[in-house]
């Protein structure tokens, strides 16, 4: 238990869906963020939030959409999604700039 | 290129055998940081090594650091079938902020 925990673990959803993953964290962190791990790729940064700043990956598609209500607690909103964006979704949460990630055991995402 | 890159891709070895994995990258950075991940689930931190370290030890875990030569080492000693994971390196750089990269992943496997 790392004290980053997502919901749900699983998540099978057509194209014109609409759903939600949640994250959150006991750690007293006061940063986050979300991962994609797509197959035989890097591990992608999608965004970060901290206190000083929001920080989205420019490449990410707006049909991911985030939200940060307060610094325990992480949303990202998917709406009519493709195929490709089926991955493991990986939240996890820091104190320090730089320092290091608590993961939660992430989302496993099926688009059909 | 921001990521580090791991090599080998996959390492097959016996229980009891001593695993070594290594992470080059090409621009500066501020730390580094190896983590583990079980098949399906969150990355877990094993060991953060900042740039003007040369050598970290935790447990049978022993990284270094080259920054002349842009690379670094994860040697597991002793290894055990439960050392069966991935293995990342993550890049952390000066003015990074919360922003960590990550590379595709050295596969290990041990077996008994």
């Known amino acids: 238990e790392t004290g980053v925990t997502q919901t749900p673990r699983h998540l099978v959803m057509g194209m014109t869906n609409k759903k939600s993953l949640k994250c959150e964290q006991h750690l007293g962190h006061n940063a986050m963020y979300w991962y994609k791990q797509s197959a035989k790729k890097p591990l992608e940064l999608m965004f970060v939030?901290?206190?000083?700043?929001?920080?989205e990956n420019n490449s990410v598609p707006s049909r991911f959409s985030p939200e940060c209500p307060n610094s325990s607690h992480l949303f990202l909103h998917l709406h009519t999604l493709q195929p490709e964006d089926s991955a493991l979704y990986l939240c996890?949460?820091?104190?320090?700039?730089?320092?290091?990630?608590?993961f939660g055991s992430g989302t496993q995402l099926s688009v059909l | 290129s921001q990521q580090g890159e791991e090599d080998p891709q996959a390492l097959s070895i016996q229980e009891g055998e001593n695993a070594t994995m290594n992470c080059s990258y090409k621009?500066?950075?501020?730390?580094l940081q190896w983590y583990r991940q079980n098949s399906g689930r969150g990355l877990v931190h094993l060991i953060l090594i900042r740039s003007n370290e040369r050598e970290k030890h935790s447990g049978r875990l022993r990284v270094t650091l080259d920054t002349s030569k842009k690379s670094s080492s994860l040697l597991i000693t002793a290894s055990r079938a439960a050392d069966t994971a991935s293995y990342f390196c993550?890049?952390?750089?000066?003015?990074?902020?919360?922003?960590?990269?990550f590379g595709t992943g050295t596969q290990l496997k041990v077996e008994l």
């Open positions: 939030y901290s206190l000083e700043e929001r920080v």
């Open positions: 996890a949460s820091s104190q320090a700039k730089g320092g290091k990630l608590f």
């Open positions: 993550a890049l952390g750089f000066t003015g990074g902020g919360n922003k960590l990269t």
């Open positions: 621009t500066s950075i501020n730390n």
